[in-house]
């Protein structure tokens, strides 16, 4: 039998690739209107990082890591996210003894060991950025008008933006004691999961979707009603500078995201064009988690986007356009073998001067190589035969207009490029 791609990876090949490389360049564009840096981390760290960073009590170290021994005995972890390990190497480095703001970008693939659906896999990829040095909204902002901006310059529609802030940690203590309470209350209402995780993480209940927690979760207290002067003046001024910018939005009283190292604003970025996978990206600002890992107190704000489930959308939202790609280079085709040899060396030459070409690696006849030449989408097709190899000429060939001219040999590259 023969061996298939691990549930929940995916091959990413032929037109689906030409997708990831629009959002790719989009992203490097992006963040550097933005003045992000690229930064990149292995794929693999400590374990202990995660179990600090992200936290315990989530799904993410509960249940999803990709956790092996290696040889020499240590815990090794496969990423599934990117704000510990980014923060990780902020402090190995001292980076902010350089400069007191960073501002980091990154692409790639993260590990979480889910139940694969459409938009879920055990094996996807995050495009993302961190703000690292400032505690002032402005940072926020800046933040969420990047992911913003990559979003809309991708071309994705539906989708909305939800805020919310979870306060400082003595904030969220005294709002936890009482949501502790009320849960208790309602302890029989509520899902055997919440029942569960209801003392470990309460907030967490907040966001469950199952209809039995659902109707208790709308009664609850709210945790805007706990907020301190500070943290409603952040939110606030965040909000404002998002208005400014024409950015529109919702405060979501419920939005809590998953992880423990989150402290004021949090933001997602949602859609109802996925089924149940209805997060795109989203993020927040992450004050605690510096000190968390042993690099002192150092406010920082991020984001991450699901490259995958940011294509799947915009495929969705543009389903009337097929992505048909534009006729591109040149075919070069040998007219009998005396002509092979020349073909190979115009066809170098034509490289180097920035023309994409294809030359026929299966010593096919003229009329198989025209039918390749159609298959491959190229622009022209230049024939050499014995004529031509004669008179130091080639026939091109025009695919759309169907026109030939005859030029010289010298001439091909300003021809190709002149159209192109
Ligand atoms: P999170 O770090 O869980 O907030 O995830 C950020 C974004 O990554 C989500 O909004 C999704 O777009 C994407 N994402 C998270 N988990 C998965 C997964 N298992 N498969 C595909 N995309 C994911």
Redesign the pocket.
């Known amino acids: 039998m023969s061996i298939q791609a691990v549930r929940?990876t995916k091959d990413i090949f032929g037109d689906e690739m030409l997708k990831w490389h629009r959002a790719e360049e989009v992203f490097r564009e992006v963040a550097l209107a933005f003045n992000y840096r690229e930064f990149r981390t292995p794929i693999f760290e400590q374990t202990e990082l995660f179990k600090r960073g992200v936290g315990q009590d989530t799904d993410?170290v509960g249940k999803e890591m990709y956790t092996f021994e290696d040889r020499g005995g240590d815990s090794l972890t496969l990423r599934p996210?990117m704000t510990a390990p980014i923060v990780r190497a902020c402090v190995e480095h001292s980076l902010l003894h350089h400069n007191p703001i960073q501002r980091l970008w990154y692409a790639g693939p993260?590990f979480?060991y889910?139940r694969p659906q459409k938009?879920?896999?055990?094996q996807?990829?995050?495009f993302g950025a961190e703000c690292i040095g400032s505690p002032h909204p402005e940072a926020d902002a800046e933040i969420i008008l990047l992911a913003h901006e990559a979003l809309e310059r991708y071309g994705v529609r539906s989708f909305s933006l939800e805020i919310n802030s979870l306060g400082t940690a003595d904030v969220r203590s005294t709002y936890r004691a009482a949501l502790i309470a009320y849960l208790e209350e309602h302890k029989d209402q509520l899902s055997e999961d919440s029942q569960k995780r209801m003392h470990a993480n309460p907030l967490r209940v907040l966001d469950s979707k199952d209809e039995r927690d659902k109707s208790v979760i709308q009664n609850a207290p709210l945790l805007r009603d706990y907020l301190d002067a500070p943290s409603r003046d952040h939110l606030h001024a965040v909000l404002a500078l998002l208005d400014n910018a024409g950015v529109v939005y919702t405060v979501n009283p419920y939005l809590v995201?998953?992880?423990d190292y989150y402290n004021h604003v949090v933001f997602?970025?949602t859609t109802d064009a996925l089924g149940t996978?209805n997060?795109?990206?989203?993020?927040g600002r992450y004050d605690p988690l510096f000190s968390m890992l042993g690099g002192g107190e150092q406010p920082a704000v991020g984001f991450?986007?699901?490259i995958?489930?940011?294509i799947l959308l915009h495929d969705a939202d543009h389903a009337e356009t097929s992505a048909e790609q534009q006729p591109r280079g040149v075919y070069i085709s040998a007219i009998g073998d005396e002509a092979r040899l020349p073909v190979q060396s115009i066809a170098l030459q034509l490289r180097r001067s920035g023309v994409h070409v294809v030359t026929d690696l299966l010593r096919r006849s003229v009329k198989a190589q025209m039918k390749d030449a159609n298959r491959e989408n190229v622009a022209f097709t230049i024939m050499i035969g014995e004529a031509e190899l004669a008179a130091k000429t080639a026939v091109i060939k025009d695919m759309k207009t169907g026109e030939q001219v005859t030029v010289e040999q010298t001439n091909i590259g300003s021809v190709v490029l002149a159209h192109e």
């Open positions: 929940g993410i996210e993260q979480r889910d938009g879920r896999y055990r996807f990829h995050q995201r998953g992880l997602e970025f996978q997060a795109i990206g989203g993020g991450s986007i699901g995958e489930r940011m």
